[in-house]
């Protein structure tokens, strides 16, 4: 473990680092100019669609990361050790990615999509299952949009909460929560280094994380509401807060396995008795992690379906016709089931090679939930596999995802990968009696 320390570890994965920070951004403004170029064709309006659905999983890997690292504050295991410096990376990325959103809102709602091609949804079958705006982004900021009677009681009632100058203003307010949060974290961190390890700066840790992983809570509630779930106005889900927060900290907890493995692969021995439990550590969260997912998604169905609302039900028929069932499908065994029994084999988080590839499967399924949430909202009931405006998302997602690699990639390398003076640098991660045998024995 000796190698796997402080300087010496970034020293040697500095190359590595930034070969890749090349590569993300290379692919990032591949992606984007696709998209950008497909805009042209496809039209204006449908490229910010792509783009609200590509921004969703870098903004759920970056607010993930700020999460865990402040739930590693408030813990003590040694999983948060070693990825407090990728988590706090991600996170200061966040002033970036706020500009980033700012663009992409302002173009949502200023009625730039008047410049692109009309939508022909009004013309499906299934087009009453949710109105879509060809001038915004979010329906409800269409004052010209005409619903049916009972879908426009209820948009009409939300009006004071649905509003531009209301959304404009929570959004603001809560990029600047969470950078105020990112930066007394990262402060603290820089003053262990250079201070060294005290009380005083762990408890001080602690005091921003714990009201802060509320204020992330309840931030969340608004957010989703907001960027999400207003896409389809009438429709409203007491569990769907819950789906999009915890999903975060699902694809935080994969790309940080990525991360770790990326970081240490060919320069330690991830066969070692430290690394192996680490990555245990990290295979048995995701776990827990894809598990807990399935729960809360599954909850949500089932309410939805016993109450059978008005309000409600849309949102699921929008997502089993007209080619969504097949997505479906694909979401529930690529997202549970494969991930599950996979990760139920013991050797599979002791094996950095295997360990990666389900962490990347399930960050790709992330990006299947996310366009499974989002997309319908624009084409419910109806879904064209192969057409420029599929291939138009996927570049805006490959696009915004690589730029913001470039960009978490640069600030690893800014600071050692490893807390120099965090008080678990010499501990042992504790584990069953069968580990502490097996590795004794291995060593022996």
């Given at each position: 473990m000796a190698a796997d320390s402080t300087h010496d570890l970034l020293e040697k994965a500095k190359p590595r680092i930034n070969k890749a920070a090349g590569t993300a951004l290379v692919v990032g403004l591949a992606?984007?100019?696709?998209?950008?170029?497909?805009?042209?064709?496809?039209?204006?309006?449908?490229?910010?669609?792509?783009?609200?659905?590509?921004?969703?999983?870098?903004?759920?890997?970056?607010?993930?990361?700020?999460?865990?690292?402040?739930?590693?504050?408030?813990?003590?295991?040694?999983?948060?050790?070693?990825?407090?410096?990728?988590?706090?990376?991600?996170?200061?990325?966040?002033?970036?990615?706020?500009?980033?959103?700012?663009l992409i809102a302002a173009g949502g709602l200023t009625g730039v999509f008047e410049i692109g091609h009309g939508d022909t949804h009004a013309e499906?079958?299934?087009?009453?299952?949710?109105?879509?705006?060809?001038?915004?982004?979010?329906?409800?900021?269409?004052?010209?949009?005409?619903?049916?009677?009972?879908?426009?009681?209820?948009?009409?009632?939300?009006?004071?909460?649905?509003?531009?100058?209301?959304?404009?203003?929570?959004?603001?307010?809560?990029?600047?929560?969470?950078?105020?949060?990112?930066?007394?974290?990262?402060?603290?961190?820089?003053?262990?280094?250079?201070?060294?390890?005290?009380?005083?700066?762990?408890?001080?840790?602690?005091?921003?994380?714990?009201?802060?992983?509320?204020?992330?809570?309840?931030?969340?509630?608004?957010?989703?509401?907001?960027w999400s779930m207003s896409l389809q106005p009438a429709w409203y889900?007491?569990?769907?807060?819950?789906?999009?927060?915890?999903?975060?900290?699902?694809?935080a907890m994969c790309l940080n396995a990525v991360v770790f493995v990326f970081l240490r692969k060919d320069i330690v021995d991830l066969s070692s008795g430290r690394n192996k439990k680490v990555m245990r550590d990290l295979g048995s969260l995701i776990l827990g992690f894809v598990v807990f997912w399935t729960y809360i998604s599954f909850s949500q169905y089932l309410l939805i379906w016993s109450a059978n609302l008005k309000e409600e039900v849309p949102y699921y028929i929008a997502r089993t016709n007209g080619g969504w069932q097949y997505l479906t499908a694909i979401l529930a065994f690529g997202h549970f089931v494969i991930p599950f029994f996979v990760l139920l084999l013991r050797e599979v988080s002791r094996s950095g090679k295997w360990l990666v590839r389900v962490a990347v499967f399930i960050l790709a399924m992330r990006y299947v939930d996310i366009y499974w949430q989002f997309k319908?909202?624009?084409?419910?009931?109806?879904?064209?596999?192969?057409?420029?405006?599929?291939?138009?998302?996927?570049?805006?997602?490959?696009?915004?995802?690589?730029?913001?690699?470039?960009?978490?990639?640069?600030?690893?390398?800014?600071?050692?990968l490893l807390p120099a003076n965090d008080n678990r640098r010499e501990t042992e991660p504790v584990h069953t009696v069968s580990d502490d045998v097996e590795i004794a024995a291995s060593h022996g």
């Open positions: 992606g984007l100019g696709t998209a950008a170029v497909l805009a042209a064709v496809v039209g204006v309006g449908p490229f910010f669609r792509s783009l609200l659905i590509g921004y969703i999983l870098p903004f759920g890997l970056m607010m993930g990361s700020l999460v865990l690292l402040m739930i590693q504050w408030c813990t003590a295991g040694y999983w948060g050790y070693v990825a407090r410096r990728p988590l706090e990376a991600a996170t200061r990325t966040l002033p970036a990615m706020a500009l980033i959103f700012g499906h079958p299934n087009a009453n299952l949710n109105e879509v705006s060809d001038h915004r982004l979010w329906p409800w900021a269409d004052h010209e949009l005409e619903y049916p009677h009972h879908e426009a009681l209820v948009v009409d009632a939300k009006r004071g909460y649905l509003n531009v100058p209301f959304f404009a203003a929570r959004s603001v307010v809560a990029f600047v929560i969470w950078i105020a949060l990112m930066l007394a974290l990262n402060r603290v961190a820089r003053r262990e280094d250079a201070e060294g390890s005290s009380q005083k700066l762990r408890d001080l840790g602690m005091q921003f994380s714990g009201p802060g992983i509320v204020i992330y809570s309840i931030t969340m509630l608004f957010i989703s509401t907001d889900s007491s569990m769907y807060p819950v789906i999009f927060g915890f999903s975060q900290l699902l694809g319908p909202a624009f084409s419910p009931g109806r879904w064209n596999f192969a057409s420029l405006e599929t291939v138009m998302d996927l570049g805006a997602a490959v696009g915004l995802l690589g730029l913001w690699g470039f960009l978490f990639l640069k600030q690893l390398g800014k600071h050692d």
